[in-house]
């Protein structure tokens, strides 16, 4: 991937596919690192599941038999020197709280960094696409904090849905108002 | 800053337009969005979708969704157009221009650009 926040794209497809009701995606960066977290409320994943989700050659697609997701999120983080872990409990076992997490630390200083990208753009798409979903997208910046809850825009918006295109310009324009006024490039 | 008031002011003005609108959508724009999609640039293409159809005021006629892998990952980004009572439409290898071009020539003139086109899908 050109950009992390393609990955994020993809991985949160993820949990849309495990039906979760909010899905938060959580960027925590230092001077040093980029922590992306992204966590739901799934359906969750099998213990044999679990064990060979890193493996290119697991997939729960149909129409191909590797899936490269989680493979490619992992590379990228390990190129630099970082990790990912994915964590889950499935709903057949955990019929309370069920869900994944999945969460990848960058050295962003090292030659291999992969840039974040238009995260903007991931944020927008995620919302068009699944729009009864509640996402919650935070970015913790060294200069401040970034901000989305979809459950506060439903608040105002009452039935008008948040994937109508005046809705998804707003909120890319929002965000980007946010990054500018921390100052964050 | 972009304000909830704005956002306030936006639902005035949609819900007055989701009372005119009449039935499903005419056409369907599905941008695939799985990994290989996605590698290959369709957030880009899908976004292009969404923003020229709501440019061009046809957001009532067309939506714009997205699906995950469509099985031919050497093409991607693949768009598929869904029109009722016409067969579906699948172009390749899109890009935000392409895409433009979609909806100047397929969506809002009714014409198909075969060059884009990939046949027996």
């Known amino acids: ?185 | 800053m972009k304000s909830l008031a704005e956002l306030a002011a936006i639902r005035e003005k949609m819900q007055n337009k989701v009372v005119l609108r009449e039935g499903g959508s005419d056409i369907r724009v599905v941008v695939g969005m799985a990994t290989c999609g996605i590698a290959a640039g369709a957030r880009p293409v899908l976004n292009t979708f969404v923003e020229e159809v709501a440019k061009a005021g046809l957001s009532d006629k067309i939506t714009v969704t997205q699906t995950g892998c469509i099985g031919i990952c050497q093409f991607e980004p693949v768009v598929e157009i869904y029109e009722s009572g016409k067969d579906k439409v699948t172009y390749v290898k899109m890009t935000p221009e392409k895409a433009k071009e979609v909806v100047e020539k397929h969506l809002k003139g009714g014409q198909v650009i075969e060059d884009y086109v990939i046949k027996n899908i």
């Open chain 1, 1 to 185: 991937m050109k950009e992390l926040s393609l990955n994020i794209l993809d991985i949160s497809m993820n949990s849309v596919k495990a039906r979760a009701g909010t899905v938060s995606v959580t960027l925590t960066e230092t001077d040093e690192t980029l922590e992306i977290k992204i966590a739901d409320d799934g359906c969750g994943m099998k213990k044999e599941l679990l064990e060979s989700v890193t493996d290119p050659f697991t997939t729960t697609r149909t129409t191909r038999k590797v899936g490269l997701g989680i493979p490619f999120f992992k590379m990228e983080a390990e190129q630099t020197g970082g990790f990912l872990t994915v964590t889950s409990k499935h709903e057949s076992e955990f019929p309370e709280s069920h869900g994944t997490v999945t969460t990848a630390l960058f050295y962003k200083n090292h030659l291999d960094f992969t840039p974040l990208g238009d995260i903007v753009s991931t944020v927008v798409t995620l919302i068009q696409g699944s729009p009864d979903i509640r996402w919650i997208f935070v970015h913790k910046t060294p200069r401040g904090e970034i901000s989305l809850d979809t459950d506060e825009l439903k608040a105002v918006l009452g039935d008008v849905p948040l994937s109508a295109p005046d809705v998804l310009v707003w909120i890319g324009e929002n965000l980007k108002e946010q990054y500018e006024t921390v100052g964050y490039n």
